[in-house]
């Protein structure tokens, strides 16, 4: 286990609902007058976790490139889901596995807004390649509004090896991508299921895409060609909820 700030409003307010018996410390900027910052700062007091007030210069070291509004708190992190705990993973989902995976998403807002989304969405887990994702930093945190500490995260040597492994255990994969002809709204999501999404510039990589049971994108009748990576995540994880809800 390790320990690391959590930054901000909703990442702290995240930590104290899901999981305040991790939340070590609590900070607070001197003269913070937000309310939502006294909120939190109360109940971290009534849960018996120390309060202590701070300079805004000791936050801004805290938080990076992170905004903090006034807020941090020491996390005391879990140890971290790794790809052998899978199995065990699917099987709690009672064949009704959603799993996120995303080839390549460097960009730390977008990989916390992905998180989020999946969290929303009661994803089974979230698999990101170890070298070519960002990891849990403090603004990946605070972008997934609590989501982080949701949902699983894990981080594979082998990206092509993991969906190879899902497959084989009856996980049916579709890959995301603009140049395909066929419909994410055509393709059957209500059995366990995984749903890939490539990098921001380049998209899914070649082996990724050859792995893929299918191939779907989602159809854009107006001006743009694309989506941002996290929207279109989100809209793929909705769509595979309205077909499970029985939903026209």
């Known amino acids: 286990m390790s320990e690391h700030w959590i930054v901000g409003i909703n990442p702290?307010?995240?930590?104290?609902?899901?999981?305040?018996?991790?939340?070590?410390?609590?900070?607070?900027e001197n003269g913070q007058r937000n309310t939502r910052v006294h909120e939190l700062a109360e109940r971290a007091k009534a849960l018996n976790?120390?309060?202590?007030?701070?300079?805004?210069?000791?936050?801004?070291?805290?938080?990076?490139?992170?905004?903090?509004?006034?807020?941090?708190a020491l996390y005391e992190a879990p140890a971290l889901v790794g790809?052998?705990?899978?199995?065990?993973?699917?099987?709690?989902?009672?064949?009704?596995?959603?799993?996120?995976?995303?080839?390549g998403v460097t960009d730390p807002h977008n990989l916390g807004a992905c998180l989020r989304s999946a969290a929303a969405a009661n994803a089974t887990a979230v698999i990101v390649?170890?070298?070519?994702?960002?990891?849990?930093?403090?603004?990946?945190?605070?972008a997934s509004a609590g989501g982080a500490d949701r949902v699983p995260l894990i981080a594979v040597t082998n990206l092509a090896r993991t969906l190879r492994n899902l497959k084989d255990a009856g996980v049916w994969i579709t890959g995301l991508a603009g140049d395909t002809e066929q419909s994410i709204y055509g393709i059957d999501l209500?059995?366990?299921?995984?749903?890939?999404m490539g990098s921001e510039g380049e998209g899914?990589?070649?082996?990724?895409?050859?792995?893929?049971?299918f191939l779907a994108k989602i159809p854009m009748p107006g001006a743009m060609e694309s989506l941002?990576?996290?929207?279109?995540?989100?809209?793929?994880?909705?769509?595979?909820l309205r077909q499970?809800?029985?939903?026209?």
């Open 228 to 240: 941002n990576v996290s929207v279109a995540t989100g809209v793929v994880l909705f769509e595979a």
């Open 49 to 72: 976790i120390p309060v202590h007030h701070r300079p805004r210069e000791q936050l801004d070291k805290l938080a990076g490139e992170a905004r903090h509004q006034g807020v941090a």
């Open 190 to 196: 209500k059995g366990p299921v995984a749903v890939v």
């Open 204 to 213: 899914l990589r070649r082996l990724t895409r050859e792995t893929c049971d």
């Open 12 to 28: 702290v307010d995240g930590a104290l609902g899901n999981d305040a018996a991790r939340v070590r410390e609590l900070l607070v």
């Open 244 to 248: 499970r809800s029985g939903l026209p």
């Open 129 to 142: 390649p170890k070298d070519r994702a960002v990891g849990l930093t403090p603004v990946v945190r605070r």
């Open 83 to 103: 790809e052998g705990d899978l199995p065990e993973l699917l099987g709690q989902a009672d064949g009704a596995a959603l799993v996120l995976v995303l080839d």
